[in-house]
């Protein structure tokens, strides 16, 4: 029996981490007003953590970055169809930084899963997804106690309403996560 060694294709690379900027703006569109602070109930976060246990934290890392630099050049990227430029100097900056942070420790997590165990996939995928959306809300916090001037415990108080929500999004990601790396296993080969 002869092991095949999985070599590395940037270009397919590049089409993982254009599908998965797209997919994370394609979810834009599904935005739901919670609060008096302007943040949206939004499956982009949970985009964000599918991109980075899925490809990992280079590829999810440039993925996002993609996402987030075509909002830089004016392309409506966001909820309620605002750009990245417009989201900057809003409350939600915190949430736009985090982004950037959380995929990589979705996939800095997800990628430290030892290989052929499916058990030990379903925790780490779990931690990870767990780890990003903490992530997401500490950065969130941070960026509405800068732009929002709200105290700690008022910046953490806006993040209540979506814990639940946000808790269901992310069984469904770790769900999509798991039988696409468990189906597609060559993904995780191509650090």
């Known amino acids: ?26 979810l834009a569109f599904v935005a739901i007003p919670v ?6 109930i939004v499956l982009q976060n949970a985009a964000v953590i599918l991109t980075g246990l899925i490809l990992g934290p280079k590829r999810g890392f440039l993925a996002v970055a993609l996402f987030l630099g075509l909002g830089l050049i004016g ?3 966001l909820s309620g169809g605002k750009t990245t430029l417009a989201a900057i100097a809003g409350p939600t900056v915190g949430y736009l930084v985090g982004y950037l942070v ?7 997590i997800s990628y430290s ?18 780890a990003a959306l903490a992530t997401q809300y500490l950065c969130g ?7 929002s001037d709200m105290t700690i415990t008022a910046a953490l108080a806006v993040n209540l309403p979506f814990i639940i929500p ?4 992310l069984a469904a990601v770790v769900v999509i996560a798991y039988s696409v790396l468990r189906a597609l296993p060559d993904i995780r080969s191509r650090r």
Do not use: E, H
């Open 1 to 26: 029996m002869t092991t095949q060694k999985t070599s590395s294709n940037p270009l397919l690379d590049v089409a993982y981490i254009a599908v998965f900027a797209a997919l994370i703006i394609v």
């Open 35 to 40: 609060g008096a602070a302007g943040v949206p």
């Open 75 to 77: 392309l409506p990227v």
């Open 102 to 108: 959380a995929v990589v420790v979705a996939g800095l």
């Open 113 to 130: 899963s030892p290989k052929g165990k499916p058990n030990a996939l379903i925790a780490f995928l779990i931690v990870a997804g767990l």
């Open 141 to 147: 916090t941070i960026g509405l106690m800068i732009r």
């Open 166 to 169: 946000d808790l269901g999004k």
